[in-house]
């Protein structure tokens, strides 16, 4: 079988640096050694600074599903709010489902951000102790007003706001503490420009104090197991090394750029796609909500989609994404997150000028 690389350009997994792949090459150490403990504690100062938090920093060797789980399995005593704008904001409400959880769903178009007065509205009703908000929705390129509704959050102390930050994290600034939240996650393949297989979850006091009053029905994905491991600076079960490796060479690379210059770039990435977009197609979300990270074009030209991307990697080294789920060949999604650069994007889209004739 003919194999060769395809640059990524895709919502995650992303392209990542032979730098990051050689960190994690390093050689194994044992999970429970002084060496393992010495790398968790030289991770959590750099998360910390990452997440602009003083509080709790927890690495699951998980995908980001496994943290939407923890966050509603550790923070809902009565019930649960999900807000749903798309396929994994769907998601987040059906694990707390299947958790066994009381939960309600706050659907709304996928093409349409979560509005902070809609929220206040059922927050209001007094049913609820926790909100799941997908910040920046994968499947549709939407970033949805997450400040706004931290702010109506706060106006009801008893409701947790739990945060996937999976295609955000690392490519917009997220102020953990500022903005009062209680757990926020992210797995590492998208805009932390790392192999797949950990998710970063940052969780807050108050999530914590919450998790010993619900006492979670797990234990893999337990708030309290995993603090008393990680008071020793351990995990309770055998993390990633590699990963660990990986991630602390990649926090050292995003602090050498400069967290503000990271997002900076990842703005500017982003204007050239949706300038792009706007001109050749149109974009999907509501004007105002787009994401940073990726764009989500609508197909208005009646391209075939899987033909595009098929030249695009045999011909031309590049991948980008088709629609997801319904939206598959009526949308296609280009990436512009990690650790690519405007050089890269200009190159993308020519190419696909080209392929196209347009």
Known sequence: MKHFHSKLFTPGPVEV????LLAMATPQIHHRSPE???????LQPKLKKFLYTDQTVFLFTSSSTGAMEAAVQNTVRKKCLNLVNGAFAGRWHQITQA??????ALEVPWDK????????????????????????ETSTGMLNPLPEIAEVVHR???VMLLVDAVSAMGGVKIEFDRLGLDVLLAGVQKAIALPPGLTICAVSDRALKRAEEVKPKTYYFSFPVMLKYHNKNQTPSTPSTAHMFALNAQLDAMFAEGLERRFARHEEMASLVQAWAKEKFDIYPEEGYWSKTLTCVVNT??????????????E?????????????????????????????IRGLL??????LGI
Request: proline share 4%.
């Open 17 to 20: 640096r032979p730098e990051i």
């Open 36 to 42: 393992c403990a010495d790398l968790y504690a030289e």
């Open 99 to 104: 958790c066994g959880l009381p939960c309600e």
């Open 113 to 136: 951000a979560i509005k902070p007065e809609q929220v206040e509205e059922k927050l209001s009703t007094g049913e609820f102790d926790a909100v799941t908000l997908v910040y920046n």
């Open 156 to 158: 009801f102390p008893d």
């Open 301 to 314: 030209r009646g391209i075939d989609v899987a033909a595009l991307n098929k030249t695009l990697v045999e």
């Open 316 to 344: 031309h080294g590049m991948r980008i994404a088709n629609g997801y789920g319904d939206l598959k060949e009526k949308t296609f999604r280009i990436a512009h997150m990690g650790d690519l650069t405007t050089a890269d």
């Open 350 to 355: 020519a190419t696909i000028d080209m392929i």
